[in-house]
């Protein structure tokens, strides 16, 4: 079966740094892209960077654009996000998810999602 597994989140100061990782199984990793959702309590999923299926094409939000970086590696199928100048209004539960098209900033973009893994920065 799809399953998607998040890791790395943690608490960091702020301006620090945290590299999530996401693996994937049970599916073609390659067929599919693959994107970054985070949720605070009582908020909606936000969008915030998708990858193509190659990992050539890659689109950020605008919060996010210039401080994460995300790739992605077809042979061990995974995905990593390196979060930099990481700021308190990051705080959030961070979710990867299987894209169904390219690029989708909505949830309904996307079929199968992980269970997600918190980041906190202080400040």
């Known amino acids: 079966q799809v399953q998607l597994v998040e890791s790395g989140g943690g608490l960091v100061q702020a301006g620090g740094s945290l590299r999530l990782s996401c693996a994937a199984s049970g599916y073609s990793f390659s067929s599919f892209p693959i994107g970054w959702f985070r949720q605070g309590l009582g908020k909606a999923r936000e969008f915030v960077v998708a990858i193509s299926r190659s990992g050539v094409s890659t689109y950020y939000a605008d919060s996010v654009k210039g401080r994460f970086t995300i790739s992605r590696d077809n042979a061990k199928n995974t995905v990593t996000l390196q979060m930099n100048s990481l700021k308190p209004e990051d705080t959030d539960v961070y979710y990867c998810?299987?894209?169904?098209?390219?690029?989708?900033?909505?949830?309904?973009?996307?079929?199968?999602w992980g269970q997600g893994t918190q980041v906190t920065v202080s400040s």
């Open positions: 998810a299987r894209g169904l098209g390219y690029p989708h900033l909505q949830p309904s973009g996307y079929d199968y």
